[in-house]
């Protein structure tokens, strides 16, 4: 039998993948995002002059900067067209209702206006 396990981010429980019996993080995709930055983190931890050396080489300060910034709008781009795929359906679904309210939001304004134009003539 599988046995359940509680996500170390959200604190759900969840299934562990099979292949890997040791998962403590769930599938969701912010618990995912959160678990690689934490793996970042602990990783730039352990190598703390990976980034001094790249700097003490030719590159200027502001080079690096800027490789940085791009690497993590990169990486934020992925998570965000992930979120947005599993949104997706949300989104529909909300601006289906948006466009519901905003028609009949319409149609009364315009009802308004005729009665306007009566009240006038
Ligand atoms: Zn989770």
């Not at 170390?8 to 912010?30: A, H, L, T, W």
């Not at 690096?64 to 997706?88: D, F, I, P, V």
Request: charged share 40%; aromatic share 12%.
């Amino acid at each position: 039998m599988v046995k359940e396990r509680k996500c170390r981010m959200c604190g759900r429980p969840f299934i562990p993948n099979k292949y890997r019996p040791n998962q403590d993080v769930c599938s969701s995709i912010e618990c995912q995002y959160q678990r690689q930055l934490n793996n970042m983190k602990k990783w730039r931890n352990k190598n703390p002059n990976y980034f001094r050396y790249k700097e003490a080489g030719n590159k200027s300060w502001k080079e690096t900067c800027r490789e940085r910034s791009l690497e993590w709008r990169k990486r934020h781009q992925e998570y965000l067209k992930l979120y947005r795929e599993a949104h997706k359906e949300r989104h529909r679904q909300y601006m289906r209702e948006y466009m519901k309210k905003y028609r009949i939001q319409k149609e009364e304004q315009q009802k308004e206006k005729k009665t306007d134009n009566k009240e006038i003539s």
